[in-house]
């Protein structure tokens, strides 16, 4: 196989970036759409538009839907073919940005990436998760290309809820430890191809720079600021882990957060958080050095992520149940078969009840 890296053509980090994003836009498209939600609208509208104003640019804003669906992308895709616009801005959550992706897709023009929170790696991303108008999972869109541009403004992400930024935390966590695993393995990445250094090397950097600067940014953005650690964590759960995720490859970590969406008592937990357990799943499946799973253990509970199914909001472990999750984890296609050795649903559930008993 070949060796492949992609990411986004630009990244773009910095506090009150959003009072400068035409400049920015500009030099891809002279006709911009701009799509966020109510909310997010009237956090940031102001300074977009203002900004557009500065650069004596047309701007057109589109109050988004509020769920990625075929129909919401249709909506905006026929506003874009109408009106002519020739690049489009997400702003916002998840689902905004997946609905921008979408739509630049299928109209074949620009997109950059805004997000307002930083608890995903998903911004800088080749995919979208397309839901039905009732908010139920109904399929992955696997776009061609990263994002043109993505857009950070620190200062807006510090005054988001301290948990999304932790729980990004939690989903960066399991970037190296993914990527050590598929390189291990020598399995396809997301990128489809082999992992290049570089993209190891990122992986590596963002799993340092969550111990280094973890606990700091918690304690700042608690306090609605930003600091250098902010900004660092900032970069770290969206661009490194991004890169790390899609061209390192994921393994066992992100299968086991999704055998956990089994658990109906995980129901109400971030993406993040789950994959955070799952990461210590991974390790004991491992059998990694104690020492490193004492790292994770400690770093997990000094940002405030959950190490055991008590943490997550189970009230008593019910076997059965985590057979399910067990076996949910290792179904044909879940990419815990990146793991550089076979891995069953027996191995998964002796993994989870370990993994439980070491984090309290």
Do not use: W
């Not at 940014?217 to 661009?239: L, P, Q």
Request: with cysteine; proline share 3%; net charge negative.
């Amino acid at each position: 196989m070949d060796k492949i890296i992609i990411s986004p053509s630009k990244y773009v980090q910095g506090e009150q970036v959003l009072t400068s994003i035409a400049h920015y836009v500009k030099t891809l498209g002279e006709r911009p759409l701009v799509i966020a939600d109510e909310f997010v609208t009237n956090l940031v509208g102001d300074d977009v538009k203002q900004s557009f104003a500065d650069e004596k640019l047309l701007l057109t804003m589109n109050i988004f839907g509020g769920e990625c669906s075929r129909v919401e992308i249709e909506r905006i895709t026929d506003i874009c073919a109408t009106q002519k616009h020739d690049v489009i801005v997400g702003i916002g959550g998840g689902k905004t940005l997946d609905t921008a992706k979408a739509v630049a897709f299928y109209t074949k023009i620009p997109v950059v990436m805004v997000p307002t929170i930083a608890s995903t790696d998903a911004p800088t991303s080749a995919l979208a998760v397309i839901y039905t108008p009732e908010g139920e999972f109904a399929e992955y869109l696997m776009i061609p290309k990263n994002p043109d541009m993505v857009i950070m403004d620190t200062s807006v992400i510090a005054k988001a809820p301290v948990r999304l930024l932790v729980s990004g935390m939690g989903d960066a966590l399991s970037t190296y430890f993914e990527a050590r695993a598929n390189m291990t393995s020598g399995k396809a990445t997301m990128a489809g191809g082999l992992a290049t250094r570089s993209a190891q090397a990122l992986a590596k950097l963002c799993y340092e720079t969550l111990l280094e600067d973890g606990v700091k940014a918690k304690a700042a953005v608690e306090n609605g600021v930003s600091t250098k650690a902010v900004e660092n964590i900032i970069e770290a759960n969206t661009y490194l882990s991004g890169i790390g995720f899609e061209s390192s490859g994921l393994a066992g970590a992100h299968a086991i957060h999704n055998g956990l969406t089994k658990l109906e008592e995980c129901h109400h937990l971030y993406h993040g958080e789950k994959v955070a357990f799952g990461t210590l799943v991974q390790l004991v499946l491992e059998n990694a050095a104690m020492e490193e799973i004492n790292t994770v253990l400690a770093f997990c509970r000094s940002v405030g992520l959950p190490t055991n199914l008590f943490d997550m909001g189970v009230k008593e472990l019910n076997h059965d149940k985590l057979r399910e999750v067990a076996e949910a984890s290792t179904a044909e296609g879940e990419t815990i078969h990146n793991m550089p050795f076979p891995v069953t649903a027996e191995n998964v559930y002796s993994a989870i009840l370990t993994a439980h008993q070491l984090g309290q």
